[in-house]
């Protein structure tokens, strides 16, 4: 076992940001204010300081401060002062000074170093194409991404000059990723590829016509029942949360949402304060394409929000009505993050045979919930925001009741 090193006499006791003080005060405060316990602000603060001390002995302006720096830090040999007892950061310190780089870019001190979420380059044409997709279309940011990253995933294989794309590489290539991924990824995948292409053509930058080019991928639209879980189950998912746990109250309002209203898990990450009219009991909505409709919000739905922002959500700065139940506390931001919820209360409500597992498992429980009580399909289709009646008649075949009132005998029974 090694000693641990002994500090050096000559080595001051105390770290000193210089002229980075108010800046490190501001950060513990910013740390704060987004929910962090005080243990992890003194540890945040901690960094900084360290960070700001050294710059102070290297001689490094803050306004030079960039990735480089970051680095440096990581490398240097501490003697810095304090009463740490390695010479060496770990990479967990390094991370906490970076936030507070970060930080200081924010506030225009040095140059931003965050790291970009997807870390490839993006494709020119790519680019442009997402671009017409928000400006065009009319689709949500998350499919616009969703769009991009499938794109990029193919140019390896297709190119980066689209002037030579030909009708036997697209179908190569579909056909490579048919493969090796699962047919509704593929069938995602060429929806995106084949809006490219015609993109693409529609500026004069590949052959016109090379999208008809994408093979089919055979999946037949509402060939399957929907899948849904009894109402007697949908309470039970929704009794098992814990109200005690603030955690609980967000929970159980996401999942009455979900029930009732049949909320598509972007519904729930987009939702705002201002979506909500108290006074007229009503929920505005923005579906796919940007449709938006007022729903008549269920008093037990409209009671579970109110309990969570009265008594469960954290008092910060953010306009979305659903936030993180752990600091730093912000809007959730993935679809999956709600599928989640879905899938935990399945679990604690005892149901482990559920069809799936995710948000449109209530969507679906919503819409033959309706059905079942006498609903009209017109009247489905209003409240699940579907763009065509064919969608909602998916439900029919649910109604098992009246599907046997208009069920023709088989011919095959019949004697000649």
Sequence with gaps: MTNPKVISPTRPRCMDPGALSALVEAFADDLTAL??????????ADSARHFAAWLGQTGIAPVGIDGGTIGEFARHDCCCGGSRQSERLSHRYVNRARRFVCFLAERGIGKPVAVPKAAVSIDVH???????????????ERTIDRHGRMVLRLLPALGTDP???????????????????????????????????????????????LDHAIPTIPQWRLSALPRYITSAEVERVIASCDVARPQGVRDRAILLLLARLGLRAGDI???????????????SVRGKARREIRLPLPQDAGDAILDYLQDARPQVACD??????????????????????????????????????????????????????????????????HRSLDTTAHYAKVDIVMLQQVAQPWPGGVSC
């Design 35 to 44: 929910g962090h316990t005080r243990l992890t602000v003194l540890f945040y």
């Design 269 to 283: 990450l987009d939702m705002r304060f201002d979506d909500i009219d108290w006074r007229e009991g009503a929920l």
């Design 320 to 385: 979305r009505v659903f936030l993180r139940s752990v600091a730093p506390y912000r809007a959730l931001s993935r679809s999956s993050t709600v599928s989640s919820v879905v899938r935990h209360a399945l679990e604690r409500a005892g149901i482990n045979d559920a069809p799936s597992q995710g948000a449109h498992l209530l969507r679906h429980s919503a819409a033959t919930s309706m059905l079942r009580s006498g609903a009209t399909l017109d009247t489905i289709g209003t409240i699940l925001r």
């Design 163 to 209: 002037g030579t794309y030909d009708a036997r590489l697209v179908r190569h290539v579909i056909l490579e990723e048919a493969g090796r991924c699962s047919r509704a990824y593929v069938k995602t995948m060429t929806m995106a590829l084949r809006g490219y292409l015609r993109f693409l053509a529609a500026r004069g930058l590949c052959r016109p016509g």
């Design 126 to 140: 790519v680019a442009e194409f997402q671009e017409w997709l928000k400006v065009h279309r009319g689709i949500s």
